[in-house]
């Protein structure tokens, strides 16, 4: 029987298989640990990552110090956002990294869309 993490890794490659970024449209790739969030943004095609931003980017410092995980993690896809715009990038293909899509992953999300990435 998998382990917890032996399932979502199986799960992740699963969805890796059909999911991939391009120069017109990147991955978003989020990964969550106990206590941060982390979104980056990918072109698989090169290899680069073009915007990234996280709970623990300077941007955030101070903001996140009154907000609970999930309205930190609204945060860190509202940044991610804002540099994919900045960029001119305005549209993604979303990987979940085999998480479940609640929570704080639904947050990053639906941080990014309401500060306009399309996804």
């Known amino acids: 029987m998998p382990t917890k993490l032996q399932?979502?890794?199986n799960r992740k490659?699963?969805?890796?298989?059909?999911l991939s970024g391009s120069v017109e449209r990147p991955?978003?790739?989020?990964?969550?640990?106990?206590?941060?969030?982390?979104?980056?943004?990918?072109?698989d095609s090169s290899g680069h990552t073009l915007a990234h931003a996280s709970t623990l980017s300077p941007e955030l410092k101070g903001q996140l110090d009154e907000l609970d995980k999930k309205g930190a993690a609204k945060k860190v896809g509202?940044?991610?956002a804002k540099k994919?715009?900045?960029?001119?990038?305005?549209?993604?293909?979303?990987?979940?990294?085999?998480l479940p899509y609640h929570?704080?992953?639904q947050a990053v999300a639906e941080g990014a869309r309401e500060a306009g990435l399309q996804f």
Do not use: P, W
């Open 7 to 9: 399932a979502r890794h």
């Open 13 to 18: 490659e699963r969805i890796r298989k059909k």
């Open 27 to 43: 991955r978003l790739s989020i990964y969550r640990s106990l206590a941060h969030m982390y979104a980056q943004v990918i072109d």
């Open 78 to 80: 509202e940044l991610v």
């Open 84 to 98: 994919c715009l900045e960029k001119k990038i305005t549209q993604v293909v979303f990987d979940r990294n085999g």
């Open 103 to 105: 929570g704080r992953i």
